[in-house]
T-cell receptor, first 112, second 111 residues
Framework: GENVEQHPSTLSVQEGDSAVIKCTYSDSASNYFPWYKQELGKRPQLIIDIRSNVGEKKDQRIAVTLNKTAKHFSLHITETQPEDSAVYFCAASITGFQKLVFGTGTRLLVSP | DTEVTQTPKHLVMGMTNKKSLKCEQHMGHRAMYWYKQKAKKPPELMFVYSYEKLSINESVPSRFSPECPNSSLLNLHLHALQPEDSALYLC??????????FGEGSRLTVL
């Protein structure tokens, strides 16, 4: 089955800096790669996703890149703000009603 | 309505109790999911229902029993749980495009 590894486990940055979180996946059949943000005590919420027919996707300050050959994808957050502080999970699945496998999570702390 | 609603928000039960967690969505999604999340860990899939039929059971112990009465409702029946089953139980729903919409979760404590 699919296995998703995520690094780093914790990331501390100063406000305004950029943050990068990296994930690798094992199943070459996976074609859907979402990123979820989970604030303390809250539900995971989708912030951006990418499908295997696209190499990069941007939405304002966040972007995701996908390298299918290397089986890795990354989340990039620019101009970080304190409200970006949360746990971020990458995930991978095959489109459809399939198992979404999550990475281990990255705790991002943005200091003012 | 883009919400997945879960009740109760908090539940404390003894090991001999029987209780149920409930989940409801009105987005017309045809798949519904139960995930379990322990503190500082990622969500772990338990069950998937697609078109009201159980399609994935991740080898979950029989003390957890899912039920999908209709396309909008999902229940998780709990019986004879263990303290290690204490966790946040997240319900989610989706179309077949992959994006999951999570509820706020039911925080379960087993004494």
């Amino acid at each position: 089955g699919e296995n998703v590894e995520q690094h780093p486990s914790t990331l501390s940055v100063q406000e305004g800096d950029s943050a990068v979180i990296k994930c690798t996946y094992s199943d070459s059949a996976s074609n859907y790669f979402p990123w979820y943000k989970q604030e303390l005590g809250k539900r995971p919420q989708l912030i951006i996703d990418i499908r295997s027919n696209v190499g990069e996707k941007k939405d304002q300050r966040i972007a995701v890149t996908l390298n299918k050959t290397a089986k890795h994808f990354s989340l990039h957050i620019t101009e970080t703000q304190p409200e970006d502080s949360a746990v971020y999970f990458c995930a991978a699945s095959i489109t459809g009603f399939q198992k979404l496998v999550f990475g281990t999570g990255t705790r991002l702390l943005v200091s003012p | 309505d883009t919400e997945v609603t879960q009740t109760p928000k908090h539940l404390v039960m003894g090991m001999t109790n029987k209780k149920s967690l409930k989940c409801e969505q009105h987005m017309g999604h045809r798949a519904m999911y139960w995930y379990k999340q322990k503190a500082k860990k990622p969500p772990e899939l338990m069950f998937v229902y697609s078109y009201e039929k159980l399609s994935i059971n991740e080898s979950v112990p029989s003390r957890f029993s899912p039920e999908c009465p209709n396309s909008s409702l999902l229940n998780l029946h709990l019986h004879a749980l263990q303290p290690e089953d204490s966790a946040l139980y997240l319900c989610a729903s989706s179309w077949n495009t992959g994006e999951l919409f999570f509820g706020e979760g039911s925080r379960l404590t087993v004494l």
